[in-house]
C-alpha cells in the first residue's frame, strides 16, 4: 500500500472466520448416532454366551519332564516341537514356565476351555463333605509337638554328620598336600646328612 499524504490507507484484518455452531452440532450429533447405532444391533442380534465357572484342575501340570535336556529347534518346525511351553488349547508358545502358569490361569485360556473367571459359590454340604474327604485322605496318627522336636533334633544330628565329613576331609586332603610337597631324597645323601638314623637301632 501507499501513502498519499495525510490519508493512510490500510488493510481491512478485523475479518475473523465465523463458524456456525448449531451445524456443526448437528453433525456430531449424527456421527455419535452413526456409531452406535451398529454396536447395539450386534449386541442384540448375538445371544449371551453362557460360560461354565472356573474349576480347579484334574491333572497335574508338567514342568520338569523337559528340564536340563537338549533339543534342536528348527524355524520350519511345527509348535508343539519349539523350544519353551505349548499350550494345545490355544496352540501357542510360551517361553518359560512362570508366563506358562500364567497363561493357563489367564482369561484367554480359560475362555478357550469354555469356562469363565468366575467360581461357582460353594453350599454348605459341599464345604462338609470337602472336609471329609480331606480327613480320609490324612495318614493316621496325628501330627505332635514332640514329632517336631524329633524332626528337628534329627536335622541337626545330620547336619553335625556332614560338618564332621567335611573337617576330616579336609584333613585327608591337607596330608595328601603335605605328603606330595614333600621333596623326594636319596636314601645315601640322607644317610651322609644324618637323617636316615634318627629312631632306628641296628641289629
Not at 463458524?19 to 448416532?33: S, T
Not at 451398529?38 to 491333572?59: E, G, W
Not at 533334633?153 to 605328603?179: G, I, T, V
Amino acid at each position: 500500500m501507499v501513502n498519499t499524504g495525510n490519508n493512510a490507507v490500510g488493510v481491512d484484518n478485523t475479518f475473523r472466520r465465523k463458524f456456525d455452531r448449531e451445524e456443526y452440532l448437528e453433525r456430531a450429533r449424527e456421527r455419535e448416532k452413526q456409531e452406535t447405532e451398529p454396536r447395539h444391533k450386534s449386541k442384540s442380534k448375538a445371544p449371551p454366551v453362557q460360560r461354565k465357572p472356573l474349576k480347579h484342575r484334574d491333572y497335574e501340570v508338567d514342568l520338569e519332564s523337559r528340564l536340563g535336556k537338549t533339543q534342536v529347534v528348527t524355524p520350519i518346525a511345527p509348535l508343539s516341537q519349539q523350544a519353551g511351553y505349548y499350550c494345545s488349547v490355544c496352540e501357542c508358545v510360551v517361553k518359560d514356565s512362570a508366563n506358562y502358569l500364567d497363561h493357563i490361569n489367564g482369561k484367554k485360556h480359560q475362555r478357550a476351555l469354555g469356562m469363565s473367571m468366575r467360581v461357582e459359590r460353594a453350599s454348605l454340604e459341599q464345604v462338609q463333605g470337602r472336609f471329609e474327604q480331606l480327613k480320609k485322605r490324612k495318614p493316621p496318627g496325628t501330627f505332635t509337638e514332640q514329632d517336631l522336636d524329633d524332626r528337628i533334633l534329627k536335622q541337626q544330628e545330620e547336619e553335625e554328620e556332614r560338618k564332621r565329613q567335611r573337617r576330616e576331609k579336609k584333613k585327608e586332603k591337607k596330608k595328601e598336600k603335605a605328603l606330595e610337597e614333600e621333596p623326594e631324597m636319596d636314601p645315601e645323601v640322607a644317610a651322609m646328612m644324618g637323617f636316615g638314623g634318627f629312631g632306628s637301632s641296628k641289629k
